[in-house]
C-alpha cells in the first residue's frame, strides 16, 4: 500500500477545489445575488425606470394577495404542477411499455416521438393555436368526422377550460422526453428478473404491474425535476398561444412578473412576484432532495 | 413480451396514431416552408403544395434559401456560443457531481442543495442585473457574455444529472485508487472521467437544447450582427407583417442542428438513460 | 458505443472551433463611426421601408456604419422589456424606436432622454407636423422624440366583391347601426360571421374598442385619455361597450386562435366581409394580389368619418449614448422629407409630415394621405401606446380580451374605471384633440 505524498495531496486539492469554487461563485451570483436583488427592489419604493433601493416594507407583498390576478397565475401554476407533470410522467411512461414491447422500427418511433421536445415553444405553440381553433382545426374537424360535432369544445376560447388546454399541449411537448427517460429505465432492468417474473406466470400487464414499473422510481425522478421546472417557469409557450388570456385565465406567475416589470414599469411588484415564485421553487425541491437522498441511503 | 395478435394490431394503430400526432409540427413546418406567400394564404397548413394537378399550389424553394441567408450568421453565432458553454457547463456539472458524492464533506449536501434550487431561477427576473453585470464586466453585446451566462445557469441542472450518475460508481473504486495513492484531482480524471461517456452525452444534449432553444438572453446580451439564430428566427415573423413560408423555413433551418443531434445520438442518450438509472 | 460518441463529440468541437475562428474573423473591432439603433421592423415590407431609411443616411453620411439590431414580437412587447433592461443598464443604442406618446413616459420621467427640441427649430419640423402629432412627442413643453410616419387605425377593410354581390354600399356605413343592419343582410346572404377578428396578443380587441370609443365623439376620446372617465356608469363608455358586444355578436367564433393577420385572409378570400385594423393590413391584401378600389376597399370605422386615428413610430436621443452625433444625424434623417418619403411608400403607412411627395404612394396611401390633410381631428391610439399610460394599456388588454369572451359590460367598465383609476399618477399629459 502506497499512499499519497502531501505535496500531490495537497495539489490535487487544490484543483479540484478550485474547480469546486468557481462553479459556487458562478451559481452564487448569477442565482442567488441576482435573486437577492430582485428582494431588494420588492422591498423597495421603486417607481418607474428611476431605480431606488430605499427599504419600504412588505406592502408589495400584501397587495398580492388582494390581487385576483396573482391569484390566478398561482392556481395555473398549481394546475401545471399537478397535471402537467403527472400528465406527462403517464404518458411517457406508456409510451415507453408500448415501444417495450418489441416494436419493429423501435428506433423510428423513438426518434419521432422525441421531436416536440427538440422543437421550440415558438413552433409548438403556433401548431396548437391552430389545432385548438373551433373552425378550422384539426381536433373540431376530427370531431365532427366521427359524429361528435355537437360537442364543439371551445378549447382555448373558454376562460374554464383554457388552462387545461394548455397542459395537454405541454404534455404532448414533454412526454417524449419522459418516454425516452422510462425507456432506458426499463431497458436497465436486468433481463434475468424478467425471465424470473415470466416464469412465475407473470405476463402482460402484471409483468409491468408489479415487476417493472416499481423499479422505475429513478428515472421518474429525474423526469420529475425537468417537468417541474417547466411547471414553474412556464413562459414562453403560453405567451404566444394566449397570451394569458382569454382575460386572465392562463397567466402564470413568470408572465405576470413580465407584464408587471417590463409593462407596467412595477418592478417592486414584479420583484415580489419573482420572489415568490423562487420561493414556490424552494417548497419542491426541498422534500426532492430529502426524497432522493433517503433513496440513496436505501 | 407475447402479447395476441389482436394485441398487436392494437398495439401498431397506437404506435402510428401517437406518429401523426408527434409529427405534425415538422410537418406543418415542411409545407409552409414550401408554399409562396398567396400559397400560404390560400390554403391550410396540412395541405402540402404539390401543384395544380391535385388542385394546390406550387411549390417554391424561395423561403428556404432566403431564410438561410437570412440566418446564416445567427446560426454561425449560436453553434459557438451553444457549444462552448454546453461543454463548459458539462465539465464543470461534472467535477460537481463527483466531488459532491465522492470527497463528501460536511455541508456537502448544503452545497448541493444551493446548486438545485438554482435550477428554478426564472430567466426574467435577472434580466436587469444581468445586463449590468455583463456591461460592468464589458461582455455586453459578445458572445462571451453568452457563453458565461448560459454556462452558469447550466452547472445546475448538470451537476444534479451528473451526481445522480456519480453516485452509482462503486465506492470501492475511489478507494482502490487512493490508497494508490492518487489525488482527487488524478481520480477524477484518470477514474471517474473514462467511466462518464454516457452522462455526458444525456447532459450535453439536455444543454445543447435548451441553450440553442434560448430566446431571452440571447435578445437582451447582444446586438447587430450578434444575435443568435433564435432571435433571428423570431425576427422573420415580423411585427406589422406576416410571412409564413419565412419563418417556417427558418424554423427548419433552426431546428437542424437539434433534430440531428437527436436522430445521431438517440440510441446513446438513451444507453445514458440506462446507465442513470441502474441503482448502485 | 464509445467510438461513434467520440467521433461525434470531436466533430462537433472541431466544427465550433472552425465557427469560432470565423466568428473571430467577422467580428473584428467594428468602426468607430457607427450608428446603433433598435427596431422592430423585421420582416417583408416593413424591413425594406426601414433598409430604405438606413440607405437615405447612409447616402447624406457614407462613413458612418448602420448596427441594425431588429427585435420582433407582439408589437414590441418584447422590445420594451429588452430597452427598459438596456437602458437601466446604460447601454442605451443612440436611437430605438417606440410609439409616440405615453411609451416615452418612463423613459423621460427616468431622466434617461435627451431634449432635442433645438433640433426642432433648426430643421422646421413644426410647421409641417400637425398639432397633435407634434404634441404627441413631447413633455413639459420640451421635444424629445422624431416622429417617422402615421399608420391610421380607424380603418375598416372590406371585400368589394362580397358587399357588391350583396348590394351593400360601403359609403352608407357612417353609423354602427348602418354597418349592423349591413352585417345582418350579409348574415342572411349566408355569410354567417361577416366581421373577421384574431386577438391572439390580445391587443386586436383594444384596438377595436378605442375605435369604438372614438366613434362616441372626439370630446369622449379627449376625455378617455386624459383619465377622465372615471366612473363605470358614465353612459358614453357603456354605450360603447354595448356596440362592442353586438360586433362581437357577427365575429367569427374562432377569433381566440386567430392572429390578426388571419382575420385578413378571411376578408381576402370573401369567408368574412369587414375587419377593422390599422393600415398595415394593406400589406396583407398587397402580398395576396388585390387591388385596392377592385378587390377590396376602406372606410373609417363608423362615427369617425371626420378622425384619423395616429399609430405613430418615433426615435429619440438617448442620454448618455456612445454615439452622439450620430444619433443625432439619424433623427435629422428621420424627420426629413427624403427620409420619410423613402421609409413610408414600403411601409404603407404615411408621412408624418403634410409636405410629402403623393406622387410615391400607392393608391390606398393616397387615399389615406388625402384623408389626412382633410382630417378635422385626430387622435393618438391608446392600442397602441401613444394615447393612454403605459401601466394603463397593459390593463385594458387583459381586460378587453375577457370582455369578447363574456360580453359582461358592467364588469367591463368596471374593470377600465378601475385601471384608470389605479394608474391616476401616470397621466401626465393632457392632450388637446378638439
Known sequence: ?298 | MRFPKLGRVTLYILLIFFIFAFLLPLWTCITTSFKTLKGVIDTTPVEPPLGPLFRLPYPTMEPLITAFNIMKRSLLNSFTFTVAAMILSCLLGSINGYILTKITFKGSNTVFLFFTIGIFIPYQAVLVPLVLTMSKLGLYNHLGGLILTHTAYGIPITTLLFRNFYGLIPNSLIMAAKTDGAGTWTIYRRIVLPLSLPPFVVAAVFQFTSIWNDFLFGVVLTRGQNQPASVVLANLKGTTTVMWNLLMGGTLWYALPVLVIYLVLGKYLMRGYMAGAVKG | MNKTVLYVAVAVIITALICSATVWYVMRPAPADVLEIYHWWTSGGEKDAIDALVDVFADDYPDTGVIQSPVAGGAGYVMKAVMKSLVLAGEAPDAFQMHAGYEGQPYFEGKYLEPISDLWQEEGWKPVIPDVVEDMVKFDGEYYAVPVNIHRVNVVWYNKHVLDDNGVDPATLTTWDAFFDACDTLVTAGIAHPIALGDIGKWTDTHVLEQIIAGEGIDFYEDWVNGQVTSATDPKLVSALNTFATYLGYVNVDHVTLTWDEAIARVITGDAAFSVMGDWANGEFYKAGKVYDTDYGTIPTPGTGVMYGLCIDCFQHPKGVKHPENSLRWLKVVGSKEGQDAFNPIKGSISARTDSDTTKYGPYQAAAIADFTAATYMYPSVAHGSGAPEAFTAELDDIMSAFVTDKDVSAAASALTAATNAASDDYIKVWDLD
Open chain 1, 1 to 298: 500500500m502506497r499512499f499519497p505524498s502531501r505535496k500531490v495531496f495537497m495539489k490535487d486539492w487544490m484543483v479540484t477545489s478550485l474547480f469546486l469554487l468557481l462553479s459556487l461563485v458562478l451559481v452564487g451570483y448569477f442565482v442567488y445575488v441576482c435573486i437577492g436583488w430582485n428582494v431588494i427592489v420588492s422591498l423597495s419604493d421603486w417607481k418607474g425606470l428611476t431605480p431606488s433601493y430605499n427599504i419600504a416594507g412588505f406592502d408589495q407583498y400584501l397587495s398580492l394577495f388582494h390581487d385576483q390576478v396573482f391569484l390566478t397565475s398561482l392556481k395555473n401554476n398549481l394546475i401545471l404542477i399537478l397535471l402537467f407533470v403527472p400528465g406527462s410522467l403517464f404518458l411517457g411512461l406508456f409510451l415507453a411499455i408500448l415501444l417495450d414491447l418489441k416494436v419493429r422500427g423501435e428506433g423510428a418511433f423513438r426518434s419521432i416521438y422525441l421531436l416536440p421536445f427538440a422543437l421550440s415553444f415558438v413552433i409548438t405553440a403556433t401548431l396548437w393555436a391552430w389545432m385548438y381553433n373551433l373552425d378550422v382545426g384539426v381536433i373540431n374537424t376530427l370531431l365532427e368526422k366521427i359524429g361528435l360535432g355537437f360537442l364543439r369544445p371551445m378549447w382555448v376560447a373558454d376562460p374554464n377550460i383554457a388552462m387545461y388546454c394548455v397542459v395537454l399541449a405541454l404534455i404532448w411537448q414533454f412526454s417524449g422526453y419522459t418516454m425516452l427517460i422510462f425507456l432506458g429505465g426499463i431497458r436497465s432492468i436486468p433481463e434475468s428478473q424478467i425471465r424470473a417474473a415470466e416464469v412465475d406466470g407473470a405476463s402482460g400487464f402484471d409483468l409491468y404491474r408489479y415487476v417493472v414499473i416499481p423499479q422505475l422510481k429513478a428515472p421518474a425522478l429525474s423526469a420529475f425535476i425537468v417537468l417541474m421546472v417547466f411547471a414553474l417557469k412556464a413562459f414562453d409557450f403560453i405567451y404566444i398561444l394566449t397570451g394569458g388570456g382569454p382575460g386572465w385565465s392562463t397567466y402564470v406567475l413568470a408572465l405576470m412578473m413580465f407584464k408587471e416589470t417590463f409593462r407596467k414599469n412595477q418592478f417592486a411588484y414584479g420583484g415580489a412576484i419573482a420572489t415568490i415564485l423562487f420561493l414556490l421553487a424552494l417548497v419542491i425541491v426541498v422534500p426532492y432532495l430529502y426524497l432522493s437522498f433517503r433513496r440513496e441511503k436505501e
